[in-house]
């Protein structure tokens, strides 16, 4: 499950990184294909966002997420925490016209890649990279805002 979709409009400086670029992600989130999963996000401070999704399937909650983002010095980081799992840090890689890549090269998680990409005023794309049992994979989520 992925969680925590932004957006960064154009191309951005590390001294420019800021959480209240993330503003609009704030409020509610549904999926629009596959297994029903939606996501609520607060508004930023100016050193934290928080998230949090389920997946329902045939009304049972099959799936959760703890998300935050997070500003540390220069930097942001997408925090990641499924199904209660420990945490574990995407550093913000890359930014510019309506995406950006979250990566860890720590080694520590399956999911080495997260992109997020803003699709029109309402919708938003998610693209999760990783390696599990030796082999790649890739996940692909499209989201509505709710209203």
């Known amino acids: 499950m992925v969680a925590g979709v932004l957006l960064l409009c154009g191309a951005v400086r590390a ?5 209240s670029a993330f503003e609009w992600l704030a409020g509610g989130w ?3 294909e596959g297994p029903a999963t939606e996501e ?16 329902v399937t045939d009304g049972r909650t099959v799936g959760f ?12 980081y997408y925090i990641p925490q499924p199904n209660g799992r420990p945490p574990v840090d995407f550093k913000l890689t890359s930014a510019t016209d309506g995406s950006f890549v979250f ?9 080495h890649r997260i992109e997020y990409r803003r699709e ?16 790649p994979f890739l996940l692909e ?6 209203h």
């Open 103 to 111: 990566e860890n090269a720590s080694g520590v998680d399956r999911v």
């Open 15 to 19: 001294q420019e990184r800021e959480l």
């Open 120 to 135: 029109g005023n309402d919708g938003l794309y998610a693209r999760i990279e990783g390696v599990q049992n030796g082999k």
């Open 65 to 76: 997420e703890f998300m935050r983002l997070e500003k540390r010095g220069a930097d942001i």
């Open 141 to 146: 989520y499209h989201y509505r805002r709710q």
């Open 40 to 55: 609520r996000w607060t508004s930023p401070s100016s050193n934290l966002m928080l998230g949090v999704s389920r997946t």
């Open 30 to 32: 549904q999926s629009t």
